[in-house]
């Protein structure tokens, strides 16, 4: 094996007795880097290993658990049909969002303008999503920083995470 296959093949904790034959190197939805030797075959698409899943709310609640384990937000989308401005919070916490809880460093507030829509896509949240190390929660708020519930009816939320 060449040098500096087998120091790819370490670097990428391949064993390299393994890996002397050609191959494709491919990256997964993180981007992680994957080797497939010729003769094997990918994993075949499927949802559950390259489709992030949607949450959807259409005016059914201010504040919801999303996912209760650590993730990524790829894309958000939300519809403000009240004449006042509301603020999306993504928050870094499980079971939900509480009454006066503030945003903090590891969450993210948006706003959506008065009758207006607002979409937010991997040119923000970034080419891999942000991570959320405990939990995703969304919430929808008067106030940017400290959540303080709207009326529900007033937007419809979508999400969509891994």
Do not use: C
Request: net charge neutral; hydrophobic share 45%; proline share 5%.
């Amino acid at each position: 094996m060449h040098p500096i296959a087998r120091a790819l093949a370490e670097l990428l904790g391949l064993d390299p007795a393994t890996t002397g034959r050609p191959g494709q190197i491919h990256t997964d939805l993180y981007g992680r880097l994957h080797v497939t030797e010729s003769g094997g075959t990918p994993a075949a698409p499927s949802a559950s290993n390259y489709s992030a899943t949607l949450y959807a709310n259409r005016g059914a609640a201010t504040n919801a658990q999303v996912k209760a384990t650590a993730g990524n937000v790829f894309a958000a989308s939300v519809i403000n049909l009240s004449a006042a401005p509301i603020y999306l919070q993504l928050h870094n916490v499980a079971g939900g969002v509480t009454a006066s809880r503030a945003v903090g460093a590891d969450g993210l507030s948006f706003l959506v303008p008065a009758n207006g829509t607002l979409l937010l896509g991997r040119d923000v949240l970034s080419e891999l999503g942000f991570y959320f190390a405990t939990a995703i929660s969304v919430g929808l708020s008067s106030v940017p920083g400290i959540f303080t519930a709207v009326t529900a009816a007033d937007a419809h939320t979508q999400v969509w995470y891994k």
